[in-house]
């Protein structure tokens, strides 16, 4: 019995332990860089991924985070204007300086024009290659 007190209090210990941050502390100075994938166009893995963008938002707060989404592949998807429900959120996460990459090379593959893009998505040429250079420079590579 009291072996069974002891895990579930040592439990609880660890379900409420604050996660400690690295140094530097992250500020609008020691910005966390944070890069996101995805490359499906399941529109609930979509969605698990604009949330978990959100999430480490409010974890940092925005101004403490350099956040970069790439799509390529089918989740180019993600970046279309005609695709409403998904184009709010990407637009309000660009409110607050979250940067959105599309891949030119799946544009070219799949036809999709500039136009078809949401307002104030970049363009790169290969958006695996934009993954690697980002990791290279130090960015936390996160694929949900």
């Given at each position: 019995m009291i072996k069974?007190?002891?895990?579930?209090?040592?439990?609880?210990?660890?379900?409420?332990?604050?996660?400690?941050?690295?140094?530097?502390?992250?500020?609008?100075?020691?910005?966390?860089?944070?890069?996101?994938?995805?490359?499906?166009?399941?529109?609930?893995?979509?969605?698990?991924?604009?949330?978990?963008?959100?999430?480490?938002l409010k974890f940092y707060s925005p101004e403490n985070v350099h956040m970069r989404i790439v799509a390529y592949a089918d989740g180019m998807k993600m970046l279309?204007?005609?695709?409403?429900?998904?184009?709010?959120?990407?637009?309000?996460?660009?409110?607050?300086?979250?940067?959105?990459?599309?891949?030119?090379?799946?544009?070219?593959?799949k036809k999709i024009k500039e136009e078809e893009l949401i307002e104030d998505v970049k363009i790169v040429t290969a958006g695996i290659a934009e993954l690697v250079e980002r990791s290279v420079e130090g960015w936390t590579n996160i694929v949900p």
């Open positions: 069974k007190v002891l895990i579930l209090v040592s439990l609880c210990f660890v379900l409420s332990a604050e996660t400690e941050l690295a140094e530097p502390i992250p500020s609008m100075f020691e910005q966390r860089k944070i890069l996101f994938s995805i490359s499906s166009a399941d529109d609930k893995k979509i969605h698990a991924l604009l949330s978990t963008a959100n999430n480490v279309l204007e005609k695709n409403k429900d998904i184009a709010i959120r990407v637009k309000a996460l660009s409110l607050i300086n979250v940067e959105f990459v599309a891949c030119g090379n799946t544009m070219r593959t």
